[in-house]
């Protein structure tokens, strides 16, 4: 299977065929990534070692079978997961939640326990009073958003949202009851209903204009929100170390949760 000079089309057929599972697969793309990173320099080593960590996802997975192939990919995920969120912790100097999903009701005694696990696991020195949450939402129950404000808001005295890809809804008014939003230009928050209060009735009234926005389901990037809305938006765009941490973390968890086809997710680093 890893023989020098294999074309890489060959290689991945041949993990097709041995192991259908997509999980499997998945684990020896993940093999495969790392190995990008060993040397960018020297090509020929580079596929040496892309080829091997291609067939030592597959070894594995022949070697113990799917039981034991799906525990070695479920610590993989976990371990690389983990690694990230405390990576971008300590870009934001925060505890980093993330929260992916609709905002719905019976959401809220999970979310506590999920935040209570999160405060609970600090000790001296680490503890934090700075809580980031990882946003990605269509949207849900305005009720609910103001129990989850609560919960965060008890055990947090400053609370920031990072948005990567959008909060639409009930999900903008989550990240508007934060201290400070992360955007990037890719970023977009979402029109609000008409009814909802907010603490900032100008931007309360600007959202809810449906003359402004013509459609409810509508993004509004970064650059709306700072220069119509005057919003205090933090625009990670050009600070390349802090987006490749957000980007690193977020998409890596988002492309776990799609080949799921999970429709709700929570994580930080003691919670998966």
């Known amino acids: 299977m890893s023989r020098k000079g294999e074309p890489f089309g060959e290689m991945f057929g041949s993990l097709r065929l041995a192991a259908s599972p997509q999980d499997v697969g998945f684990l020896a793309l993940r093999h495969l990534e790392e190995a990008f990173y060993v040397d960018t320099n020297n090509k ?13 996802g597959l070894r594995q997975y022949l070697r113990h079978g799917w039981s034991r192939g799906r525990g070695l990919f479920d610590n993989h995920i976990r371990e690389t997961a983990k ?12 505890d980093v939640a993330l929260y992916f999903g609709p905002i719905f009701p019976s959401i809220e005694k999970r979310f506590r326990d999920f935040i209570e696990e999160l405060k609970n696991t600090q000790t001296g020195e680490t503890a934090r009073n700075r809580l980031a949450i990882v946003l990605n939402s269509p949207g849900g129950s305005e009720e609910t958003v103001e129990k989850l404000v609560e919960i965060v808001r008890y055990h947090y005295a400053e609370v920031h949202f990072v948005i990567p890809d959008e909060a639409m809804s009930a999900g903008t008014i989550f990240a508007m009851s934060g201290d400070a939003i992360f955007m990037d230009y890719t970023s977009a928050l979402g029109p609000i209903d008409p009814q909802v209060k907010q603490r900032a009735e100008e931007i309360a009234t600007l959202l809810a204009d449906n003359k402004i926005w013509h459609s409810h389901g509508r993004k509004i990037g970064v650059k709306t929100l700072q220069n119509l809305l005057r919003l205090e938006i933090v625009d990670y765009s050009a600070d390349n170390d802090l987006r490749s941490k957000i980007l690193a973390y977020s998409e890596f968890i988002t492309d776990y949760i799609n080949r799921h086809e999970y429709p709700f997710f929570l994580h930080h680093r003691r919670w998966f």
Not at 83 to 94: I, S
């Open 44 to 56: 020929g080593e580079l596929r040496e070692a892309c080829m091997e960590a291609l067939a030592r």
């Open 83 to 94: 690694t990230r969120v405390l990576d971008l912790e300590v870009g934001l100097n925060a």
